[in-house]
Structures are given as C-alpha cells and as structure tokens.
C-alpha cells in the first residue's frame, strides 16, 4: 500500500482543525477535501479507505479518467481553471471550486439550464490581487454578484480563495478575511445558499479554518510531495 499512515495522518489533521475552529470561534463546520492531483487512482482509494469521501482535481481530463478507474463512492470536486469547452463536464462534478470570469459563469449557467438542474459552484475570489491567480477581485464580485443571482442554471453555495504561496501569517489573514468578506457580499445580493468558504491548503489550513474555512483543500500533508 502507498499510503500506509493515512488514517492516522487524517486523524491527526481532524484534531488540528478541531482546535482551530475553537481558536477562531466561528463556530463552522470544515469539511476536507483530498487533493489528488498528480497521484494515480491509489490515491483516490487510499483516502476512500481513510474515511475521507470528498476528492478534488485541478484538471478535468485527469478527475474524469480517475472517476471512472477508481470506483469508489466519493464525491468528486473541481479546483482548479475550467476551460468553457468544457462547461458541458461540469455535472460530473459535485462543487466546482472556481468559477472565475463572468463569461464561464454565463457557460455553465448555460450548462446547468441545459441539464434541467442547477450546478453547484463556488465563486472564486482572488483577494491578493497577485496576476498568477484567477479569479474576481472583491470588487469585480460586488458588481458582477447581482448577474449571478439572476443564474437558474447555477446554485451558488459559496466562495473559494487561493492565499499567495508561503505567505506571512498577517497577509494570510487578511486573504482569508477577504473571502470571508466576500461571501457577505454575495448573501448581500440575494445569493442565500453562498454559506461555503473553501480557503486553506496543506501549508495554511489552520489559519484558514481560525478564519472562518468550511472546506479545506488537503494535497501533499495527506500524500506527500507531487512529483
Ligand atoms: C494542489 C491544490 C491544493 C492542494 O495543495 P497542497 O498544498 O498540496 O495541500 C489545493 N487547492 C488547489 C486549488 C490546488 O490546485
């Protein structure tokens, strides 16, 4: 087995995250999402096994070949760039953690009228500002936020942030603080059901649950470094 610890790693992980929710006394839930990009299907299996039943992917060509490998019963997430050639694979997906310009939204709203049910996503948010990074600004969402509303074709249960790599702890606060900010602003304009904040990742997922994360996106603490 390739993964021999997991169960163990994931436990340890649950009680850190348990004490971060009560440092940060927002009270949430967190779920974690096991990130296992790069990794072959053993991955998927191995956290399956784990007790973990939510699986992210940054790309679609790989989650799709991995969903139909791996035959388990997870739930699969997409975190990472849609293309919109791509909307039509969407409903494959339970969450899409990012939709990211105003033009994929009008396609997977497309996407989701088409299919007769409305796709879960999340917005995401691109607090820092930094070019590398896809997403709205905060105030590009406040405007674009009331177009959103009006999407039958999209449920739109939250935001997603990606924190600058290896940042300072003052900046990542202010990262996740952001996103936090922005999921008010959604519900300000009508988008109820945005109550998911999916924020923190292997390095900074304990300040993102002490702020407020109800989604954390676990890769290389669970599996070890991507080759
Ligand atoms: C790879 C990836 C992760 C996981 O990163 P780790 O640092 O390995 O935990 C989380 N979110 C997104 C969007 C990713 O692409």
Redesign the pocket.
Known sequence: MRFPDLADRVSAIRSRIDEAIVRGGHGQRVEM?A?T?THGVDAVRAAYEAGLRKV?E?RVQEALSKMDEADVDVEWHL??HLQRNKAKFAKRFALI??LDTPRLADALNEAGLAEGSPLRVLVQVNVSGEESKGGFSASDLTSFAPSLAAMSGLDVVGV?T?APYGAREDVLRATFGGAREAREALQHAGLTRACELSMG???D?EIAVEEGATMV???????GA?T
């Open positions: 999402i990130i990009k992210g940054n975190v990472g953690h990012s997603m990606m990742m292997s390095d997922f996106r676990l890769g290389t603490i669970l599996f991507r």
